[in-house]
């Protein structure tokens, strides 16, 4: 991808994100996540219905990088089904570390493919990737419960 195509999307992402904004419904799995180390810090919100991601929600302060991805990180996992969900996380994970990945899971994700040029926007990049592992880990505590 190109880096005009690439700034492109991440800033579209950031100046107009989607899912922007919390509701009011307990059928939702509910995680803050923030940043030791910059100004993010991000409320989510996630529906689950029979193993398919329905409906994700986030409002809070955050960097553009923080924001773009979790806009983007949205738009790919809605409508997956759970286990589709933590390959594309893994993956994205993956690339943000500098390890061996699957790009073809990871849709407009690929964007943030040379974050790691920038070291200190990797944590940036996986706010989201950690607020969706923390609302699928209490999902699954719940279902061992």
């Known amino acids: 991808m190109d880096s005009n195509m690439r700034r492109e999307i991440i800033l579209e992402n950031y100046q107009d994100p989607v899912n922007r904004g919390l509701i009011v419904d307990d059928s939702y799995l509910h995680t803050n996540t923030n940043?030791?180390?910059?100004i993010d810090n991000l409320d989510f919100?996630?529906?689950i219905d029979q193993g398919v991601v329905t409906d994700i929600r986030f409002d809070g302060e955050a960097c553009a990088i923080s924001t773009s991805a979790t806009s983007?990180?949205?738009?790919?996992?809605l409508g997956k089904?759970?286990?589709?969900?933590?390959?594309?996380?893994?993956?994205?994970?993956?690339m943000i570390q500098e390890e061996e990945y699957d790009s073809e899971v990871l849709g407009d994700l690929i964007v943030?493919?040379?974050?790691?040029?920038?070291?200190n926007?990797?944590?940036?990049?996986?706010?989201?990737?950690?607020?969706?592992?923390?609302?699928l880990g209490d999902l699954e505590n719940e279902?061992?419960?």
Do not use: F, G, H, W
């Open 35 to 38: 940043s030791e180390s910059c």
């Open 45 to 47: 919100m996630m529906k």
């Open 72 to 77: 983007i990180m949205i738009q790919t996992l």
């Open 81 to 94: 089904k759970v286990e589709e969900v933590k390959k594309i996380l893994e993956n994205y994970k993956k």
């Open 112 to 119: 943030y493919d040379e974050i790691y040029q920038q070291p």
């Open 121 to 135: 926007r990797k944590n940036c990049a996986l706010l989201p990737l950690v607020s969706i592992e923390k609302m």
């Open 143 to 145: 279902s061992n419960n």
